[in-house]
């Protein structure tokens, strides 16, 4: 696409005003396209006021040139260095197109957001289906847009920009959880590597919804999963709107999960890596789009991944996961919630086993169930935290034996197969790192459902997610409400 038909196109995008500075040296003002259609020539948008204008000496008059050295891009390739890489042969042309320096770091500023594209083929290979592939900049995602274009497949990377990057030191020690400016290098990088397009699309303002629903949880007392929202709205739901845009018929992810074909339609199953097993979080797709989502690494273990990174010169080939909520890289989730629901603290009675005070709490927002470090109250024995009630603002502790509940009530319930008409047999999953435990699943009205375990399972946690599986099948899941101490008598 010539500069002249981006102007045109530009010029029809009914969005927030901005200014877009095209290669050739021109600027203009423009409305946000979030979803921005481009090919075949690089673009730099900068998001910004009225009066934030970028001096037209900071806009490069010609095409870019691989001497118009990337800093990010250089960035990656010294910490590939720094982790005992060798050059290899990519799985990709090599990138050579990118922008000045001055121009990147000019719009890594608060103000400004960045879009960047790097066109060119796909190894000569005849494209089968166009895939456009979510990277992180961490390994999985590499290796899936990898796997994809060695298949044939025409890949778009896209990498999502959430307004809540660690800072470089942060990024470095990958204590945050993804999407850092360290992290859309990697991931452009790659897409360099592999010769295909890439983008950094702005959801900033559709994640701030991600976090408000975060502290919102906590201050209501229960312990909410972002992952899992993040996976619901943004991965997979604005990534389709995206393939729709772009006439694309299938989205990616680097997520360990299989799609399979089962008699009533696609079905989401466990992968071969199961320690890395992530099912768990993508119990929210919904069913009518989930037949054109693809897993690449769904037979891949890590190591297998880890290996085929190095083999295929890619820079993030030992990254470490990531392990943090992403937007609260220090796990100070109090911090945040005090931050935006100030109000959320208000000291109350913290109760006993029986029911009596034994201390005060400066707030329910910096508890959740089963927690045992941090209580500031001695017992005399181990304590926990075994119930939160935000209605009362009380708190209470109890020995480790008081955790265990026979069952639970789960609504917002999603269903990845058809939902059962009758009680039946499944294994429910309560967190990520539970193993899924045997369990008679009842449907309820208003989409709940109530799970009863055949043994009583330890903390299970108000807001978060519980998953039912029939074997490796994923049936569907929901949000847990509550626990029961014993079986209801009601439906």
Not at 420 to 448: E, N
Request: aromatic letters at 8%; a positive charge.
């Amino acid at each position: 696409m010539r500069p002249d038909d981006i102007r045109a196109h530009l010029r029809e995008q009914p969005f927030e005003p901005f200014r877009v500075y095209l290669s050739d040296g021109s600027a203009y003002k423009v409305r946000q396209p979030e979803l921005m259609l481009v090919t075949r020539t690089e673009v730099i948008i900068g998001l910004g006021g009225e009066d934030d204008e970028l001096p037209e000496s900071k806009v490069s008059a010609t095409p870019f040139t691989s001497q118009e050295s990337n800093r990010s891009v250089g960035n990656a390739q010294d910490r590939s260095r720094a982790r005992g890489n060798k050059e290899s042969p990519s799985c990709g042309r090599p990138y050579t197109r990118s922008p000045p320096p001055d121009v990147v770091d000019r719009f890594r500023s608060p103000s400004y957001d960045v879009l960047l594209k790097a066109g060119g083929s796909i190894r000569g290979m005849s494209s089968r289906e166009k895939v456009v592939v979510a990277m992180s900049g961490g390994v999985d995602s590499s290796v899936a847009a990898c796997l994809l274009a060695e298949q044939g497949h025409e890949v778009i990377g896209l990498f999502m920009r959430i307004g809540s990057q660690a800072t470089d030191d942060a990024a470095e020690d990958r204590r945050q959880g993804c999407c850092s400016a360290a992290d859309a290098a990697d991931a452009r990088f790659v897409a360099g590597r592999l010769g295909i397009p890439f983008y950094a699309l702005n959801f900033t303002r559709q994640f701030d919804r991600i976090i408000e629903y975060f502290v919102d949880e906590y201050a209501r007392g229960r312990t909410p999963n972002p992952c899992v929202r993040c996976n619901d709205q943004l991965k997979f739901g604005r990534l389709l709107d995206y393939a729709d845009l772009t006439g694309t018929r299938y989205v990616a992810t680097g997520h360990y999960a299989r799609r399979e074909t089962a008699p009533d339609g696609p079905a989401l199953t466990r992968p071969a890596d199961r320690q890395k097993d992530q099912t768990y979080f993508l119990f929210g797709l919904r069913r009518e789009v989930f037949g054109r989502v693809l897993f690449p690494l769904a037979d891949l273990t890590k190591r297998q991944v880890r290996e085929y990174a190095r083999s295929h010169g890619l820079p993030n080939a030992d990254k470490p996961d990531s392990v943090e909520i992403c937007f609260v890289p220090d796990r100070d989730y109090a911090r945040l919630v005090r931050q935006r629901r100030p109000e959320a603290f208000r000291a109350g009675p913290v109760l006993g086993e029986d029911g009596l005070p034994v201390g005060t709490h400066a707030g329910l927002a910096g508890y959740t169930i089963g927690q045992r470090r941090g209580l500031g109250i001695a017992l005399g024995q181990p304590a926990y935290v075994t119930h939160i009630d935000a209605g009362t603002n009380t708190l209470t502790l109890g020995r480790r034996v008081a955790l265990a509940k026979p069952g639970l009530l789960a609504d917002g319930v999603n269903w990845l197969a058809p939902p059962p008409a009758t009680s039946r047999r499944v294994q429910a999953k309560i967190r990520y790192t539970h193993r899924p435990a045997a369990s008679t699943l009842t449907v309820l009205d208003g989409g709940q459902v109530r799970v009863l375990f055949d043994e009583p399972q330890l903390a299970i946690t108000p807001g978060q997610a519980v998953v039912l599986y029939d074997g490796d099948r994923v049936l569907g899941g929901g949000w847990i409400r509550e626990s029961f101490d014993t079986q209801p008598t009601y439906d």
